[in-house]
């Protein structure tokens, strides 16, 4: 196998890690309840401290200098915590109070936020763990602009902590995305929530809300989505149950 056809898979783990980061934060986290009653998802605590506060030590250790952050659900909450507590980062608000964008219309809200350069995409309600290597470096370093417009992080469905789907995608061998996983079926890999997108994707999208997927079928069409394998742990935190299956594994912090 070619080392370009490796890259994808195996990264050198001293690439250039995006200097914008957006973070989504806006969800209205349904399945957390009752512990969304009073507070916004990212402010619930997993391992001692706040979700968003876990990604926030990622994106710092790997070298982000600015991050975009969507706000929807109890965005007075969310603002005041990322002010007071969330430092060594530059910080922008990306207001959805009067519409929730869903993932993809969230990009999209914020767009002129993001520049003109590749942006490291990051869900606030899952935790990870480093393997061997930082895992945003990796996902840095695998990322190659003249053949990508997507580098998504996932991981094994059987090593996808406290995660009830069937998947999300299936690989190819040198890493490319062939394909969503299809109703009544199950895919290989789970998507974690952090991925890498070019601005190219973000352009000719609907009004309103609407999901990423509109974004990564239209570079899986092109041949220019792949994926890069963690090698580290990874959980969902979708629900209350979820925090207490993690934090026995990874400690209460």
Known sequence: MSAKRTLALRPDPGG???????????????????????????????????LIDHVFDRLRSAGVKRAV???????DALEAHLRNRIKGIEIIVSDERDRLMETGGGLMHARDLLGDAPVLVVNSDNLWIDGPTDAIRELAA???????????LLVPLARANNHRGKGDF??????????????????????????????????????????????????????RAYGLVHQGLWFDIGTPEAI?????????G
């Open 16 to 50: 250039v890690v995006p200097e914008t980061a957006m973070v989504m934060a806006a969800g209205l986290g349904k399945r957390m309840r009752p512990l969304t009653a009073t507070r916004p998802k990212p402010l619930v605590e997993v391992a001692g401290q706040p």
């Open 69 to 75: 952050v969507n706000v929807h659900y109890l965005a």
């Open 142 to 152: 695998g990322w190659d602009d003249s053949r990508m417009d997507a580098l998504l």
């Open 170 to 223: 299936r690989l190819a061998a040198d890493g490319r995305i062939t394909g969503r996983r299809g109703r009544n079926r199950v895919a290989p890999f789970v998507f974690t929530g952090i991925q890498i997108v070019s601005p190219r994707l973000l352009v000719d999208a609907p009004e309103g809300p609407f999901s990423t997927n509109l974004f990564w079928d239209r570079a899986i069409a092109a041949e």
């Open 244 to 252: 207490g299956a993690t934090e026995a594994v990874i400690g209460h």
